[in-house]
């Protein structure tokens, strides 16, 4: 078994910047150029969320920056500040619309609960029918105090196999070591934070002068919850043409579609029908970017898998999201950021570091805003690639994988004393605009470009908003 941390501390956030951009092909050079300002810790943990923070939007901007050189834009200046890339890694929790906090994020059900053996498991039950589901397996009344009666008669590993076979979603707490010798922390170890693969052929794509780095670049946004929907928002910052297609029979958690439908078009359209499927054919005809999040094999059960797409439109890049890894066991499963933390060891670890009983989560739900800005990442490298050389581009994610690099950055010794942002700290990265739900402030792009600076030109609208047709 490999040592689930490093014995020392974690190293400069510009050495994992440089192993970043060489990850996705880019010269690792580019690291030097970035100005970065901040140290750990900057939220209270044991781990190095804001390292990991800092790298992810940095990488993403300098690939932004390197395909705006492309369009004939001239060099210019990146900068990431940790603590406020930090901050941003908590936007669907911070953002006020009309001056009010966002909705609850979590169903009263939902968390942690002890069972029989003395484990501990977590729901995660914030869509109705993985919490009917929930409710149906264990027999019991829609209240915590029932659920925690109900799981005393079961022992953690078994429910936690029980509810895999039904395809809910709960995981049970283990230490880094349990996980790394599970057959899927064994597959997960050899599998890379970030792919890019070609997947067919085309000819090359060199893009023509643009005002922002991704101007003029269709991307097709299939994604709920918070990492897909980052990815694709992290586009829109650079300038991407994004829309979000929604399925209108799906449910959705409502503050997350407003913090992250910040840049786009929003469009409805259900697959399951033949005239969804025609539509988003024709969207995906004339894009550059299409990305997907749903539970492993669910967008290529409607005809548009990576292979489907390419064939579709040739060129295109293609990105994937999944929660446990593309091979092993629980390639399947589906599966969300704070049930990967506790899973895979985190939840042990920051409880043991912060001296409490029970699973203890990141102070942000870090594995997802990282996987989302390793998604924007991928695609743009992807994009990179597609002009020099031509072909279809596949790039893969999982939230499993990005919460293994984390591990694999060493632990901060004290992490759990640093305090939270000031709420005067937290204002001053706040910007306004009139959107579709009223008055929303929102925690700023967190990359500084000196030519090109982020912005959302869009406002956050209502799902299916807009037609499924680009403008």
Known sequence: MTAPFPAAPPPAPRAVLGDLLALSGLDEGLADTAGLTGSEPVLPSSFAV??????????????????????????????????????????????????????????????VYRT????WVRLHTNFPHHRDGILALLGCAYERDAVQQALEGWQAADFEDAVAGRGLVATMMRSAEDWLDSPQGAALAAQPVLSIERIGESAPEPPNAAPRPLAGLRVLDLTRIIAGPVAGRALAAHGAEVMRIAGPHLPFIEPLVIDSGRGKLSAHLDLRQADGRAGLARLLRAADIFVQGYRPGAVAGHGFGPGEAAALRPGVVYVSLNAYGYEGPWAGRRGFDSLVQTASGINHAEA????????????????????????????IAALIRRAEEGGSW??????????????????????????????????????????????????????????TPPAFVRPSVPLGSHPPTWP
């Open 116 to 119: 029989g053996d003395g484990g």
């Open 394 to 451: 596949h790039v893969r994610v999982s939230l499993a994988r990005s919460g293994r690099w984390l591990q694999s950055l060493g632990r901060i010794a004290g992490g759990h004393d640093c305090p939270e942002p000031q709420e005067r700290y937290l204002e001053s990265l706040m910007e306004t605009q009139d959107s579709g739900f009223g008055r929303l402030s929102t925690i700023r792009h967190a990359a500084q470009m000196s030519e």
């Open 352 to 379: 043991q570091a912060a001296g409490v009983e029970g699973p203890k989560e990141l102070p942000c739900q870090a594995l997802d805003h990282a996987s989302g800005y390793l998604m924007a990442l991928g695609a």
């Open 50 to 111: 804001g390292t990991v923070a800092q790298t992810t939007v940095a990488a993403t901007a300098l690939a932004a920056a390197a395909y705006w050189r492309l369009r004939g834009g001239s060099a210019q200046e990146v900068a990431v500040d940790m603590r406020h890339a930090a901050c941003e890694f908590r936007s669907e929790r911070l953002f006020r619309v009309d001056g009010e906090a966002p909705n609850r994020l979590w169903d009263p059900i939902a968390g």
